[in-house]
């Protein structure tokens, strides 16, 4: 168990560009969310996969947001056209897949948009 | 909509005390309940749950307690150590939904 990947680390963007995020999850897990934890809150739900099928999408993944998960293995997070408003801690978690399964985060992506 | 609320963004203790994290939910749909620790530059880590159908679940020196008709859980850690300092989030979910809720979450620092 190697744990969930992230890359990059950190990203700093200026406003306008477009940046892609990539998350490699547990090996053996089916499901992989997308969080966006800003400073001072909790990770926010962003969207959600079952294998490569994205099962569910937050009213705050605007249409600048897009996320895939290609062959239910990695996943990438783009955002187009970013704001200022999208600098956060992007997170990625993943898990087995039963309701009551716990998430296992990666150490997320910080996004600073100039 | 903020249905799980940690009212307390911080709480200190000193070393070999208890820590008594608290959380309030407001959807009465939530059937599973988390506690997430998070250490600076890290991911959030799975630390305790329970299910809505008990209302203590204990693992080494962490307790979670859950009152549903107060719609209210606890974090007790006995003995607190300075290792266990860290952000502490409570998060819920409903079983058909995949949308976890966490609370903005309480910063604990235990003194030596």
């Known amino acids: 168990d190697t744990g969930v990947s992230q890359d990059p680390r950190h990203k700093i963007t200026k406003r306008g560009q477009n940046v892609t995020f990539r998350c490699d999850p547990i090996?053996?897990?089916?499901?992989l969310y997308w969080y966006r934890q800003t400073l001072g809150q909790g990770p926010e739900f962003l969207t959600y996969f079952q294998n490569e099928a994205q099962l569910e999408k937050s009213r705050l993944l605007s249409d600048r947001f897009s996320a895939e998960r290609p062959k239910g293995s990695f996943s990438t997070l783009e955002i187009q056209r970013t704001e200022q408003g999208d600098s956060a801690m992007y997170l990625c978690?993943?898990?087995?897949?039963?309701?009551?399964?716990?998430?296992?985060f990666g150490n997320g992506t910080r996004l600073t948009v100039t | 909509d903020q249905q799980v609320k940690q009212n307390s963004p911080s709480l200190s203790v000193q070393e070999g005390r208890i820590s008594i994290l608290n959380c309030d939910y407001t959807n009465s749909m939530f059937d599973y309940f988390l506690w997430y620790k998070k250490y600076p530059a890290e991911g959030p880590t799975f630390l305790i749950s329970i299910s809505s159908i008990k209302d203590k679940n204990e693992d080494g020196r962490f307790t979670v307690f859950l009152n549903k008709s107060a719609k209210h859980l606890s974090l007790h850690i006995v003995p607190s150590q300075p290792g266990d300092s860290a952000v502490y989030f409570c998060?819920?979910?409903?079983?058909?939904?995949?949308?976890?809720?966490f609370g903005a979450g309480t910063r604990l620092t235990v003194k030596p």
């Open positions: 978690a993943s898990s087995l897949g039963f309701g009551d399964s716990p998430l296992h």
């Open positions: 998060a819920a979910i409903h079983y058909n939904n995949n949308d976890m809720r």
């Open positions: 090996s053996e897990h089916n499901r």
